[in-house]
């Protein structure tokens, strides 16, 4: 769940602040019967908030734009094949990182994924598209 501290807070604040309205609006026992369950669950969701750790906060445009793949080699696929990796950026600049799984060797191309691609490092074809 997506920012779940961040809504317990409101939550909790309403039905707080609604127990007040209704024990003021309705006063006697008919109020009171009303207003105390969504104040006693109000402040129970207030403490459950602010007990809970901060939430993760995303990554920065800088720690994106300087992320990278792991260079390890990867374990052999299905029948022994060669694994690799390929990501792409998806913002500008559009870049390509190839990781070949046999030496773990990682490069960076400008644009898009090749259509063909053979390992600098151990001369392996990793792939190559039919058209």
């Not at 809970?52 to 994106?64: A, L, N, Q, T, Y």
């Not at 400008?110 to 598209?129: H, I, N, R």
């Amino acid at each position: 769940m997506q920012h779940l501290r961040t809504n317990l807070f409101i939550a909790s604040w309403t039905l707080i602040l609604l127990a007040a309205g209704i024990s003021i609006g309705l006063p006697g026992a008919s109020g009171l019967a009303i207003s105390a369950p969504f104040g006693i669950i109000g402040g129970g969701m207030l403490i459950w908030a602010i007990s809970m750790r901060e939430e993760p906060k995303g990554m920065s445009e800088k720690d994106i734009s300087k992320w990278t793949p792991d260079a390890d080699p990867l374990p052999p696929g299905a029948g022994g094949s060669i694994m690799y990796r390929v990501d792409t950026t998806l913002d500008d600049p559009i870049r390509t990182s190839i990781l070949c799984g046999a030496c773990g060797h990682l490069e960076w191309n400008e644009g898009a994924k090749p259509s063909a691609y053979t390992c600098v490092d151990c001369g392996q074809e990793l792939w190559e598209e039919e058209e």
